[in-house]
């Protein structure tokens, strides 16, 4: 091992030691989104036909007075992107703490990034 490698090595033992368990964790969030093939949300921007991955962190079912709503929060570590599925109550599988990857067009909603009924594939609990 040379001596940059080993300084480089250490200065990653380093910053895992000093950060925090949030910083932690999105590192790894955005590492798991790469390997899936997603782009980072951080990245897309409005119209752009993205693949997506990451954990939702809320699920909410919104009544609305003619159509239904179900919205999810997708972190991947960069930034969050809202998946609206119009017409539906419930969706088995889609839970706060799951891990998927979503596909489709972004649109901005109040300066927040957010898909309409995007595909997506749960990935397998970890």
């Known amino acids: 091992m040379t001596t940059d490698e080993s300084r480089v090595s250490l200065r990653r033992i380093l910053q895992r030691l000093t950060a925090s368990e949030a910083e932690i964790e999105a590192q790894e969030l955005r590492r798991e989104s790469a390997e899936c093939g997603g782009i980072p949300a951080q990245q897309c921007s409005r119209g752009q036909l993205v693949s997506v991955a990451g954990r939702l962190r809320t699920v909410v079912y919104t009544p609305r007075t003619n159509l239904p709503t179900l ?56």
């Open 71 to 126: 919205e999810a929060d997708l972190y991947d570590g960069s930034d969050v992107v809202t998946l609206v599925w119009l017409g539906r109550r419930h969706i088995a599988g889609i839970e706060p703490g799951r891990h998927l990857t979503a596909r489709g067009r972004v649109a901005l909603r109040d300066d927040r990034k957010v898909i309409y009924n995007p595909y997506y594939e749960l990935d397998s609990p970890k």
